[in-house]
């Protein structure tokens, strides 16, 4: 169990009512919970997530570690997008070769955690979940 609170007086309170009740032992300050990675800066009062961990290990689940950086997480192209479906049983045997909604779940976990910037672009390409085609895939990658 992580514990925060903004005054240390409060903190140890709520540590001495919880022994009370419960067996605990004090592991000091976190430093990773759930693949992320805390930082704390206690002079200024701040506190940094970080999945930087994570994520590397899905680019390179995927094959992504080379990828180049975009200034944005959505290619420009989104007005043609849902032309883009495949429409022929060739087209989407193809798609079926693609870890298309094993990678859409990948980035929604650091989407949800501590990457909230690529709400938008998840968004729009997990509503082709049903029938991707290579521009959802393409764009995918350019969230990577």
Known sequence: M???RGHTGELAELVRQLRLKFSMKDLGLARHILGMKINQNCNRRQLFLSQIDYIRR???RFNMQSAKSASTP???YLQRFQR???TSSLE?????LVPYALTIGSVMYALVT???DIDHAVGVVNKF???????HWNAIKHVF
């Open 84 to 86: 883009d479906c495949p």
């Open 58 to 60: 899905v680019l390179e």
């Open 114 to 116: 501590t990457r909230p």
């Open 2 to 4: 992580l514990l925060f």
């Open 92 to 96: 989407g045997e193809d798609m079926k």
């Open 74 to 76: 959505l290619p420009i």
């Open 129 to 135: 979940m049903h029938n991707p085609g290579r521009s």
